[in-house]
């Protein structure tokens, strides 16, 4: 039997009103399974329920219906609070303690005594935090902040990360950084959950990816499987007054999906509608343009 | 029959973990006392309220009623600097996903601002000469105020730290039949003097000096609700 790091059942979940009842629906009815050392990517539009999915996941949240459990422990129990930790998506942490402070306050909920010394030692390596260790928690700039909410969610051994926006906002040196760390963190064993508005990190990262929308997942697959549909480019001298079937217009002139048709194919279409083609390349779709495929297709 | 050694894998009692890891965490809170006291204004603010009750001591006011101001006015300003402002009731999220309760959170900043309004209540009556049963009156009164001002200052802010110094400074020593005199018969009239009865009030505790174990229950009772009150509004803002 396969051992998961985190599962989720089925789990459903609505925001109510208090007094009516009446709400939305933030997750209907949404299972997944995590292997223990897999990145996976949540992505999708501003409401799809990516936040609540990773609340849910962490047991801040008891979900309406479903299951939740980490490496086989209810989520709510709290064996499980020392198995998966979370990094919320606006971080915020005691403002008069230092990095080494808050680290060393956090890890004395897990353990006691010498071996706390260890664990913000480690915490603070593991997230490149040895620079600003001293710096007040208030002090810190964004990258910093999301470098703590890395390391606190590491404290005390977990074997689950639920990562909420921790690649977003980030200039792209500090995010090749902290994806190698969490690279490092996956090759030990630990699971990770990550949501990501800025999906051109998930493409780095992720092995697998799920798009989010309407709380439900509504495409799923290995990063590979998923990118495996490729676009025709084609540069025109100038803009055309109505594309072919299939095409949309872009700045430089038109594109299209290739899906099951050859390049040929479809420039042999731009050619009948008497098209000047100047240039053209093929390349993979994009996991940005699949999210907004999706988002388009849900309105 | 063969002996279990020391450090094999069995698990420890539930009996003693539990309890000890509830303490470790209660401490871990405690111990940001330190860190606020000497770096934000919770350290000015004490040093200040000291001082101002020192010098209202030596004009002739009554250092019970010092130790009391003392205690019930230390435990807001703690309460107010624990818990109270907009960024550590936004931490709180990020601390109950770590194997921590709720109630472990409340007991510790309980604790905390307990022990900075017990501090200054001591501080001031060595200034202005010990008294065993005003010191206990104090700190009696700082434990039922600061329950009372942690679920408050969690629920709402600082705002309501603000309006309970307010409170605690204006109508504390004087009991309700004084204040319910200056209104006219009505609902308010009764609100108020519900308040006064039954909230954590200066005059009651002023009792504790002359041993009154009433007054001293009515204390710990509102120090014991007012953590459970605490720990259920950090409850509900972890989610």
Redesign the interface.
């Known amino acids: 039997m396969t051992a998961y790091a985190l599962t989720l059942s089925h789990v459903s979940h609505a925001f109510r009103r208090p007094w009516t009842g009446r709400g939305s629906h933030a997750l209907e009815g949404l299972s997944l399974a995590l292997l223990p050392g897999e990145i996976a990517g949540l992505v999708g539009p501003p409401g799809a329920g990516k936040t609540t999915l990773l609340r849910i996941a962490a047991g801040l949240l008891a979900p309406d219906n479903g299951e939740t459990w980490v490496c086989g422990i209810p989520v709510r129990a709290a064996a499980a609070r020392r198995l998966v930790g979370y990094a919320p998506e606006t971080p915020v942490f005691p403002p008069a303690l230092t990095v080494r402070e808050a680290l060393g306050y956090y890890a004395r909920l897990h353990v006691a005594g010498a071996a706390r010394r260890a664990l913000v030692h480690d915490a603070i390596e593991l997230a490149g935090l040895a620079p600003v260790a001293g710096v007040r928690a208030a002090a810190l700039a964004r990258a910093d902040v999301l470098r703590l909410a890395l390391a606190q969610a590491t404290l005390g051994g977990r074997r689950v990360l639920l990562l909420d926006e921790t690649l977003s906002g980030l200039d792209p040196v500090a995010r090749r950084d902290l994806c190698t760390r969490l690279g490092h963190l996956a090759a030990i064993g630990i699971a990770i959950l990550l949501a990501a508005r800025d999906v051109t990190a998930l493409e780095r990262l992720a092995g697998r990816v799920m798009v989010l929308s309407g709380g439900r997942i509504v495409r799923a697959g290995s990063l590979a499987a998923l990118l495996a549909e490729r676009v025709l480019e084609v540069v025109l001298d100038a803009p055309p007054p109505e594309p072919p079937p299939g095409f949309r217009v872009t700045a430089t002139g038109l594109e299209a999906p290739l899906a099951g048709r050859t390049p040929e194919a479809a420039l042999a279409l731009c050619r009948a509608h008497r098209l000047a083609v100047r240039a053209s390349r093929v390349r993979v779709k994009s996991l940005e343009e699949i999210v907004l495929d999706v988002h388009d297709a849900a309105r | 029959m063969r002996r279990r050694r020391f450090g094999t894998n069995r698990g420890p009692f539930l009996f003693y973990t539990a309890p000890?890891h509830f303490l470790?965490?209660v401490?871990?809170e405690w111990?940001?006392v330190r860190?606020?006291l000497l770096?934000?204004r919770f350290g000015a603010w004490l040093g200040l309220l000291g001082a101002a009750l020192v010098w209202l001591g030596s004009r002739g006011t009554d250092p019970l009623a010092i130790a009391l101001h003392a205690g019930a006015l230390g435990a807001v300003i703690g309460a107010a600097f624990s818990a109270g402002?907009d960024?550590?009731r936004?931490?709180l999220?990020?601390?109950?996903?770590?194997?921590?309760t709720p109630l472990a959170v409340a007991c510790g900043r309980w604790l905390a601002a307990v022990t900075a309004a017990s501090g200054l209540t001591i501080a001031c009556l060595l200034a202005l000469g010990w008294d065993t049963g005003a010191a206990l009156a104090g700190i009696a009164a700082a434990a039922a105020v600061a329950g009372c001002a942690l679920a408050a200052v969690l629920a709402i802010g600082n705002g309501a730290a603000i309006l309970l110094f307010g409170c605690m400074t204006l109508a504390g020593l004087a009991p309700p039949e004084e204040w319910v005199g200056l209104t006219r018969p009505g609902v308010l009239r009764l609100a108020a003097a519900s308040a006064l009865e039954l909230g954590p009030a200066l005059w009651r505790y002023r009792d504790i000096a002359t041993g009154d174990m009433g007054a001293l229950l009515h204390a710990a009772a509102w120090a014991a609700l007012g953590v459970l009150l605490a720990s259920g509004v950090a409850m509900r803002r972890?989610?």
Do not use: N
């Not at chain 2, 999220?93 to 921590?100: F, N, V």
């Open positions: 000890v470790d965490c401490l871990a111990a940001l860190p606020r770096r934000t402002t960024a550590d936004a931490a999220a990020i601390t109950l996903t770590h194997p921590t972890a989610k």
